[in-house]
């Protein structure tokens, strides 16, 4: 049971924690915290957090779990707000698609890993935004990737692992960098295809008509270039490492392709679909999402 | 009316065409032509086609319509098949991906385009395939495309606009150069895309579990990967030139995007991923598609 869970950014995500705890009833009080007046108004309104404050200091007075739902732009500020003002039985874990950068952060703030730090992910997510975008069910299968550090305490790691187990999500263990890796490969990189797709192709005189061509296949390709610029920016920045190692992988693989097509190597372009679709269909069986 | 519809390839689009214009009675008798026993006797029992055969030849006999659904490769030696067997008021159209192949293979068979060749483009399908997968709404709200050349008859084109319009769809005309752009666009390097990101990623030593990692987006945005290869193969060789610009066009957005990234450009990958989202969101409100 978490005595008082503050929430820092009451958004989707952070919001959706909110539900979901309640609803299980294992949280008895929560505290938002966040810059749009609006929005925390909403929350508090909507029965998602008990009451809030602009001040991060004083939201993370007494709370033993203190949940960072901010940008990756916004993570440091935060540890540097928190500093001092967490009380000695606090945990804190965030929500950031990257993990290297919140360790970095924390270092450059606290001269070195607390102890009390958890670094978490939640694969989980809509293109909607906004406290009133939350819902209690948002985690219920989904997977939660924690990456604790040599300095993390055990039982740190054990109550943030609770926490998502208790909003319905399966828990995973891995390292920062491996985090970035995976995360680089499934995700960064084809949010950064997608934006770059469109992008190109709305560069061409015609772009108009030929949007207006394109079939269903198009629009589930191109979907994850509806998602949040900024957000998007500051992924980039966080994961620019592992980012621009999957995008130079990414890269020489289309330059074969060209090749293949150039030379009309057609049993080397079928083998290469052949290959592609055998990994797509055996990763949709293994994961056994309906389609 | 179509008084005899010779369907050749009777699987998910020459199928569908032919119970379309059976619902609607906008055909009397529908011969199909293919090389599989199985799939022939099936579209039989479920009353797509009246009768078969496997003669190319002995199915466009008397047929004021003739349909070519055939994979692009198969092109040409059907029309190699039909040569001389056609009925004088007979028109053939056919729904290959790619146009200016085909206008290629019946310059070579026919010595010159036939007046009676209407090329189309019905932007529709499934990732299933087989006349078990044709069902006659398949076309309703699609856009079909053709391509008529200068050698076309006005009454040959006015007659297939006619029957896909009877199968429910919107029909519009572009040259064959513009229509092998603008797919190669919006669909043949979105497949080229997904193909190579599954494909670079599968090679990654750890393909499995970083596959276990990924969210709904990845599934959505590789979804197309799932695609059948000969089909693509057959795409890539036919629209060669056309899709080889737009990889080379992309390859050097791609180019871009990573000395961003490399650069740590926020404002410039802010700038990227902002215009890349507008185009993408007016295009969506533009078709009114369901998300």
Not at 11 to 23: D, F, K, P, Q, T
Not at 45 to 63: K, S
Not at 217 to 234: H, K
């Amino acid at each position: 049971m978490i005595e008082k869970l503050a929430i820092i950014g009451v958004g989707l995500i952070g919001g959706s924690v909110a539900m979901a705890l309640r609803e299980e009833g294992k949280v008895k009080e929560v505290v938002g915290c966040g810059r749009g007046e609006a929005n925390l108004q909403k929350a508090q309104q909507l029965g998602v957090i008990d009451h809030y404050t602009h001040d991060v200091a004083q939201a993370v007075q007494g709370a033993d779990m203190v949940l960072l739902a901010v940008p990756l732009g916004a993570i440091r500020d935060t540890f540097e707000k928190m500093k001092g003002q967490l009380a000695d039985h606090a945990v804190v874990t965030d929500a950031g698609s990257v993990k290297g950068s919140v360790v970095r952060d924390a270092e450059a703030v606290f001269q070195g890993v607390p102890d009390f730090l958890v670094p978490g992910h939640p694969i989980a997510g809509t293109e909607r935004s906004g406290v009133e975008a939350a819902f209690a069910e948002l985690y219920r299968n989904r997977r939660v990737i924690l990456t604790p550090l040599a300095e993390t305490r055990a039982d740190a790691v054990q109550r943030v692992e609770q926490m998502w187990l208790d909003c319905g999500a399966e828990v995973s263990s891995m390292s920062v960098d491996h985090h970035d890796e995976v995360l680089a490969a499934t995700s960064h990189l084809p949010h950064m295809l997608a934006y770059s797709l469109v992008d190109s192709l709305s560069r061409l005189k015609e772009n108009d008509e030929i949007f207006r061509f394109a079939a269903g296949g198009f629009r589930d390709f191109t979907r994850i270039a509806s998602s949040n610029p900024v957000m998007w920016r500051d992924i980039c920045i966080a994961n620019q490492q592992a980012l621009g190692g999957m995008l130079t992988r990414f890269a020489d693989e289309l330059h074969d392709l060209a090749a293949l097509l150039e030379q009309g190597d057609a049993d080397g372009l079928l083998s290469l679909f052949e290959s592609a679709k055998q990994a797509r269909d055996r990763y949709v069986d293994g994961v056994k999402h309906p389609e």
